[in-house]
C-alpha cells in the first residue's frame, strides 16, 4: 500500500539514546551488483536481497567503535529537497592494507550497508544511480594516528533506507554439499548450494526471525528446492537452483521451539 498520512508518536523504550553499530562497514561495489531490489511503495524498505554477479563479493572496513557518525541531512530550494546521507567514523592506523585500499577504492562508486548490535534492521546508503563515494583523510601526531572516513551519497535524492535482505559477504557461511537434500543452519547468511541433482525439502535449525538465502551452483545438474515440513516456497513453486541464482528465507516460530522457513524473494538467473 503507498503511504497513508498517519500521526507519529513516541517510539517505546529509549529511542533516542545513541546508536550502536557493528565495527564493520559493508561496502558493495556498484559494478559487482547484479540486481539491487527497489524500496517498497513507502520508499523506505528494502524486502528483497542485493545479487551480486558471479564471483563478486562485498567487503568490509573497521571502524572504530565511538567514532560512528551517521547524518541523513536534506536541504535544496523549493520542489528541489533531497536527502544527501552519509556516515562518517575513524580507523586506527595508517598500514599498508589500509593504504592500499584508499589509493584502489578512491573514485569506487559503492552501496553501503551499517548493520546494528541491537539486532534491529541494517540501514542501507545509496542506489545503483546514486551511489555513495570514499573521502579519506589521515592525521598522525603525538596524540593519534588515525585515519577518518567519510562515504557520502554523490546527490541529493533518497534518504537512508532499512535493509531487511540478507547481507552478501567475501564468504558464504557453509557449502550444502552435493547430494544434500538438508541446509542445516549454523547462523544467518548465505550457504552455497553444490552442482549435483537434488531435491532440498528441508532446512533444519534456527530461530525465530532468522534470515538464510541458498545460492545456486554452477555446473551441469543444479539441485532444487522444494516444499516440505520446514520450507514453505511462495504459491508452491519449486526454486531450481542455478549458478547465479538465490532464494532467502526467513523462520518463523511454529510452536514448541520449531520453526518454518518461508520464502521472502527469489532471484533465478537467466
Known amino acids: 500500500m503507498p503511504y497513508i498520512k498517519q500521526s507519529v508518536y513516541r517510539a517505546p523504550g529509549n529511542p533516542g539514546r545513541g546508536i550502536t553499530p557493528h565495527d564493520r562497514l ?8 547484479a540486481y539491487m531490489p527497489p524500496a517498497d511503495d513507502k520508499g523506505v524498505v528494502l524486502e528483497g536481497d542485493i545479487i551480486l554477479k558471479p564471483n563478486r563479493y562485498a567487503i568490509d572496513l573497521y571502524m572504530t567503535p565511538g567514532t560512528i557518525e551517521i547524518t ?3 536541504d535544496g530550494d523549493t520542489d528541489q529537497v533531497g536527502f544527501t546521507p552519509s556516515v562518517k ?7 599498508q592494507e589500509v593504504r592500499e585500499f584508499k589509493v584502489n ?23 545503483l544511480c546514486n551511489p555513495v563515494r570514499m573521502t579519506p583523510s589521515y592525521t598522525g601526531n603525538k596524540d593519534g594516528n588515525t585515519n577518518e572516513f567519510t562515504f557520502t551519497q554523490i546527490n541529493k535524492g533518497e534518504g537512508i533506507f ?10 558464504p557461511v557453509a557449502k550444502v554439499e552435493a547430494g544434500a537434500t538438508k541446509v542445516e543452519i549454523i547462523s544467518d547468511g548465505q550457504y552455497q548450494l553444490s552442482d549435483g541433482k537434488a531435491s532440498i525439502t528441508e532446512i533444519e535449525g534456527g530461530v525465530d526471525g532468522a534470515l538464510v538465502t ?3 551452483a554452477f555446473g551441469v545438474d543444479a539441485p532444487s528446492v522444494v516444499a516440505g515440513d520446514t520450507i514453505l516456497t511462495r504459491y508452491g513453486r519449486p526454486f531450481v537452483a542455478t549458478g547465479g541464482s538465490q532464494i532467502t528465507f526467513r523462520a518463523y516460530s511454529s510452536g514448541e ?14
Open 26 to 33: 559493508r561496502l558493495i561495489d556498484v559494478e559487482d551488483i
Open 162 to 171: 532499512i535493509y531487511k535482505g540478507t547481507i552478501p559477504g567475501e564468504e
Open 214 to 216: 541458498l545460492l545456486g
Open 72 to 74: 541523513d541531512p536534506a
Open 105 to 127: 577504492n578512491i573514485n569506487t562508486k559503492f552501496i553501503v550497508i551499517v548493520n546494528y548490535c541491537s539486532g534491529e534492521a541494517s540501514d542501507l546508503i545509496g542506489t
Open 257 to 270: 521451539g520449531k520453526v518454518v522457513w518461508v520464502e521472502q524473494s527469489r532471484f533465478e538467473a537467466s
Open 89 to 95: 567514523f575513524n580507523h586506527p592506523g595508517n598500514k
